[in-house]
C-alpha cells in the first residue's frame, strides 16, 4: 500500500511537507531501471535480487527522515552539582550521503555546549548527529542542523559543532582526490560571542586527537 511521509523534513531548511512514499515495487522497478542503465543485465543471477536489498538498504540509511532529533534531546537532568562548564562530546563517526551525487560522506562530529542548569545524556548528543547523517545532506546543512536543535531544545548558553568529513563524490568521482578533508563549524550564544570560547572548545578536540 501507499504510505504518506507527515511532516517530511527538508534538509536544506528544516521545512516539512506531506510526501507520498513510493510502493516497494515502484522503488524495485526504479532501481532495475539503473542497472539497466549502466548497462548490466538485472536479470544475471548476481543481480537478480539486487532491487529488493537497495530498497531495504535505503531504509535503513534513511531512516533519519523517520525520526524527530527535538524528541531525543527530551529529557534532560537538573541534578548537576552545580556543574556549568562546557559538555563536550568527541569523535562521533557518522556516515551520510550527499544530496547531491547520492554517494556518501564519512566523518566525525564534535559536539560542546555550555549547559544552563541542566544537562542531557550524552548519548542524545550521538544519536542526534546519527539522525540528521541519515538524511540527504550537505555537510554545511548538517553542522548547523545539529547546533540548531540543540540550543532550540535545550537552550543551553551556547553551543559548539564541529564536523570533519571525507566525501565520496570528491574522492569517488568528478576531480577524484582521495583523502581530502572538509571542515565545517558553527557556534551559538557564548560560543559565537566569545572567541575564546571557541578557541577552548577548538582545543580541547585536538588535544585529544594528536599522535
Not at 119 to 130: E, F, N
Amino acid at each position: 500500500m501507499d504510505a504518506v511521509i507527515k511532516n517530511f523534513p527538508r534538509a536544506e531548511d528544516g521545512q516539512a511537507l506531506d510526501i507520498k512514499r513510493p510502493t516497494q515495487a515502484e522503488v524495485e522497478a526504479a532501481v532495475r531501471t539503473l542497472l539497466l542503465w549502466t548497462g548490466d543485465n538485472p536479470d544475471r543471477e548476481g543481480l537478480k535480487d539486487t532491487p529488493r536489498r537497495v530498497a531495504k538498504a535505503y531504509r535503513e540509511l534513511f531512516g533519519g527522515y523517520g525520526q524527530d532529533p527535538a524528541t531525543e534531546l527530551g529529557r534532560t537532568f537538573e541534578e548537576v552539582a552545580g556543574y556549568d562548564d562546557m559538555v563536550l562530546v568527541k569523535d562521533i563517526k557518522f556516515h551520510s550521503h550527499c544530496e547531491h551525487h547520492m554517494v556518501p560522506i564519512i566523518g566525525r562530529a564534535h559536539v560542546g555546549y555550555l549547559p544552563d542548569g541542566r544537562v542531557v545524556g550524552l548519548s542524545k548528543i550521538a544519536r542526534v548527529v546519527d539522525i540528521f547523517a541519515h538524511r540527504l545532506q550537505t555537510q554545511e546543512a548538517m553542522t548547523a542542523q545539529i547546533a540548531g536543535v540543540i540550543q532550540d531544545v535545550l537552550n543551553p548558553r551556547g553551543v559548539a559543532v564541529m564536523i570533519e568529513a571525507e566525501h565520496m563524490c570528491m574522492a569517488m568521482r568528478g576531480i577524484r582526490k582521495q583523502g581530502s578533508t572538509t571542515l565545517t563549524s558553527t557556534f551559538t550564544g557564548s560560543f559565537k560571542d566569545n572567541p575564546e570560547e571557541q578557541i577552548r572548545f577548538v582545543t580541547m578536540v585536538r588535544d585529544g586527537n594528536r599522535g
